[in-house]
């Protein structure tokens, strides 16, 4: 079964507009940590923003929030203010307990945004 | 702060031939590394990791082996390259102690086997 999934292959947002990447996660271990990550055109992954499990407050970073909901197992990806930027792949993310101490994280599929002007 | 090297950038390799990517990280110690491969348009497939110098584990067995001869180089190699074998090749590394563990990856090495 899929750890991570992220059921939008593509999005389209107006710029200036906020958009929603959805993506739930699969897991039975109490302590597990979530991330989002971008990949622009040129390749690299840039990571973005972090949600540990006894988190109790949603996580921000600049325009970027993170839409935890535990009991859904649901961590979507709010972008604000979309800015032209922002069009990119954009990854799921989630690690689970300990793998010899080399914490390994589960990656989605990813969606594209495409931000239009 | 903390970079990641990766070269080369861009590979054109035939099938048959060896294959060395190198990946180095400063202003960090005792990283955990990590070696990924993403097909066009695909998500991330986990190759290698380590968690200290000559320590190596595998997750897909294949014709690719790596190694980390020093604290904060990691290499993937292969003897003999296959058509499969290409791809978009990710170096990257997390912080041994933290409460996170994010990756920050390198630019990545674009390989194509011909």
């Known amino acids: 079964a899929q750890k991570i999934t992220q059921t939008q292959p593509g999005m389209f947002v107006q710029e200036k507009e906020a958009v929603t ?12 940590g979530l991330f989002w990550y971008k990949q622009p055109s040129s390749g690299e992954m840039i990571f973005l923003i972090y949600q540990g ?34 069009s990119a792949m954009y990854f ?16 989605g599929r990813g969606t594209s945004l495409i931000v239009h002007p | 702060s903390q970079t990641i090297h990766q070269w080369p950038a861009t590979l054109v390799q035939p099938v048959g031939s060896p294959l060395s990517l190198e990946c ?19 998500g991330l497939q986990l190759l290698f990791y380590s968690v200290g110098i000559g320590q190596i584990s ?6 690719l082996s790596a190694s980390r001869p020093q604290d904060r180089q990691f290499i993937l190699s292969s003897k003999k390259l296959l058509l499969s074998d290409s791809g978009f090749y990710l170096c990257a590394w997390s912080e041994v102690g933290g409460s996170t563990y994010e990756q920050y990856f390198g630019p990545g090495t674009r390989l194509t086997v011909t």
């Open chain 2, 24 to 42: 180095t990280v400063e202003g960090t110690s005792n990283p955990n590394l990590y070696w990924y491969r993403q097909a066009a348009g695909r």
């Open chain 1, 53 to 86: 499990s006894y988190d109790q407050q949603n996580a921000t970073e600049g325009r970027y929030s993170l839409n935890f909901q535990k009991a859904r197992k649901s961590a979507n990806l709010v972008i604000s203010a979309s800015q032209l930027g922002d």
């Open chain 2, 58 to 63: 595998s997750e897909v067995p294949q014709n």
């Open chain 1, 92 to 107: 799921c993310a989630m690690r689970e307990g300990r793998s010899g101490g080399s914490y390994i994280p589960t990656f």
């Open chain 1, 21 to 32: 990447l959805d993506c739930t996660y699969d897991t039975s271990d109490p302590s597990y």
